[in-house]
């Protein structure tokens, strides 16, 4: 039976979050369809054969333009029903989970949210849920086909390994209701380097760094690694920082291979959204903050001292 | 203008555990009103407060004793509470429960229906879309701001990209982040007068569901086992004796970080 994967776009570019699912997607040996939605989108449909996607359905319709679910539910249940997919699966995103979760109504379909892995166990899928704060793992299951799925965002790295998709046009009939909404105005901030969910390196910052002009000292280090540069809900509360930064359970969750955190105590809060990561190293001052349990390495210094000096460290290293 | 505030009774943090036997959380012990959900509350009441006329009505999902959140809710200033409560909707999953609280949320017939941004138990932040598909009404999640005019809902939400406006005839469901309001607490008259203010429990005969569209038989989804995290290793901490940076660089070498 085989699967379908939601194809998110942004800016003219398919999202590594949903490559990186359509690539778990054809790792499970079952045949992996992808499924694309929006305006002028079809050009983008042929790499995503090159992550996994054997063919790939293109609802490409000035309709569609804007990125509000529920006509996005509509053409997903169509080819559902149309397809016999027994598998619908998503990368987290804000879009993407008000998508799974009303195609779950729709289909009358149970939705596994949250999953950092998913396994064929026993010719079924068993989905790994980590629960209360990730201290225990959930093994969960689905009692019926089809089976949805919502991936914690960058639990899977893209991996490059077939040619081009097969592309096919779908044309679905979108409810009423589902067009009721309109999108009246998107003021989408252009952040300079990698977004915080497509970098391999993030350098996030707290309140521990003081004051908003501190934050330099985070970019400079993050510029230096190549690096995103991520926030606290704190820090994003007080106006240091914008919101598309914040890590945490309000805002995103993260897994770079490197996270380094500057002023950063590790409240709940944030710790759920990034200690996935595959290294952290925390500077914080105070020796008892929560974050230094969570740590590979934590320094008990000043950030301001310590965060320079490590730039140009780096700086050196790299020969820049 | 009326408006629903969907809520949920959630373990009290510092109790939450996972019930080795039923594999589900346990909700035996005490509880609170969901966080979040203050936030969907204090919403509704101002919209209510600048319409200058209306209703806000409270509708959970949950054991007898989510009455207690629900009075909560109510001493806030909301004017009255449904409970949809019958011992087979216990481990509902989102199908089962968004079938409940839909059913509940067609009786009320309201113009606006709010959600908080998640639950914080399950750290579930979806149920608002399945509610929102039953009942075949408009939603819109992630609402840093919401107003309400001329018969729709104006919402300036947040995403992954920045941010958006989005516009929704009534009715309409709305999901709100915990960044749009700073929750009102209680006053002391509020708490007093909640106890009077009408309360309805609901089974699900009520509601015209039978057992099997509720609960573990009504859901599609089920968790099948629990165990521990993978390890994390060993955490080295140091104290910036002044080459704190200098060990950094080291350590992110040996792990070809840098």
């Known amino acids: 039976m085989s699967i379908l994967v939601f194809l998110e776009h942004h800016g003219g570019e398919l999202q590594r979050n949903a490559l990186g699912v359509l690539s778990k997607a054809a790792s499970l040996g ?11 989108v079809r050009a983008l449909a042929p790499r995503a054969g090159a992550y ?3 063919k790939v359905h293109v609802a490409d319709d000035q309709s569609l333009e804007a990125p509000l679910p529920q006509p996005r539910v509509d053409v997903i249940a169509q080819l559902v029903r149309d397809g016999g997919y027994a598998t619908v699966l998503f990368g987290q995103s804000v879009l993407a989970a008000d998508i799974a979760a009303a195609l779950a109504a729709r289909l009358e379909a149970g ?8 396994v064929q166990q026993d010719g079924t899928l068993v989905g790994k849920r980590p629960a209360l704060q990730d201290t225990v793992y959930v093994d969960v299951g689905w009692k019926s086909e089809p089976r949805i799925a919502l991936f914690r965002s960058g639990t899977f790295d893209p991996k490059e390994t077939g040619g081009d998709a097969q592309v096919e046009d779908v044309n679905a009939d979108v409810q009423e209701f589902s067009k009721a909404a309109t999108m009246i105005e998107q003021a989408h901030a252009e952040s300079e380097g990698p977004s915080i969910e497509d970098a ?3 350098v996030a910052g707290g309140r521990g760094l003081g004051g908003p ?7 400079e280090l993050a510029q230096a690694l190549g690096g995103a540069v991520g926030a606290t809900r704190a820090v994003v509360d007080a106006g240091w920082y914008p919101y598309s930064t914040q890590v945490g359970q309000t805002g995103k969750t993260v897994a770079p291979k490197l996270y380094i955190a500057c002023g950063i105590s590790g409240a709940i809060q944030h710790k759920v959204g990034m200690q996935s990561s595959g290294v952290i190293v925390a500077i914080n001052k105070d020796p008892n903050a929560p974050i230094f349990e969570f740590s590979d390495l934590g320094v008990v210094g000043d950030a301001h001292q310590v965060v320079p000096k490590l730039t140009e460290l780096v700086k050196q290293r790299r020969g820049s | 203008m009326k408006i629903a505030v969907c809520v949920k009774h959630v373990p009290e943090s510092q109790s939450k555990r996972l019930d080795p036997a039923t594999k589900r959380l346990d909700r035996s012990g005490e509880g609170a009103l969901n966080a979040f959900d203050a936030n969907a509350i204090e919403e509704g009441l101002r919209l209510k407060e600048a319409a200058g006329e209306g209703e806000v009505v409270l509708v959970s999902l949950g054991p007898e004793r989510a009455l207690d959140s629900l009075r909560k809710g109510l001493a806030m200033g909301a004017d009255r509470a449904v409970l949809v409560s019958d011992a087979a909707a216990e481990g509902s999953d989102l199908v089962a429960t968004s079938r409940a609280l839909a059913t509940a949320l067609e009786r009320e017939q309201a113009d606006v229906i ?3 941004q998640q639950s914080s138990d399950s750290d579930g932040a979806v149920l608002w879309a399945a509610v929102a598909d039953r009942l075949q009404r408009p939603f819109v999640s992630q609402a840093a701001e919401l107003t309400v005019s001329d018969g729709a809902a104006r919402v300036k939400r947040q995403t992954e990209f920045g941010y958006d406006v989005i516009e929704a005839p009534l009715p309409a469901v709305v999901a709100v982040s915990d960044a749009i309001n700073e929750p009102r607490y209680p006053s002391l008259k509020g708490i007093m007068g909640a106890k009077k203010k009408p309360q309805e429990t609901l089974d699900a005969s009520a509601l015209q569901l039978d057992g099997s569209q509720l609960g573990e038989a009504g859901s599609e989804t089920q968790v099948l086992a629990l165990s521990d995290p993978p390890a994390r290793g060993d955490t080295v901490k140091i104290e910036d004796d002044g080459s704190a940076a200098e060990k950094i660089v080291e350590f992110l070498a040996g792990k070809r970080l840098v």
């Open chain 1, 200 to 202: 391999d390196v993030i």
């Open chain 1, 213 to 219: 002009e501190n934050f330099k000292l985070v970019e």
């Open chain 1, 111 to 118: 939705l596994n949210w949250d999953l950092v892995d998913v």
């Open chain 2, 114 to 116: 709010l959600f908080g």
């Open chain 1, 30 to 40: 079952d045949e992996v369809h992808g499924v694309l939605i929006g305006s002028g």
């Open chain 1, 52 to 54: 996994g996607a054997a």
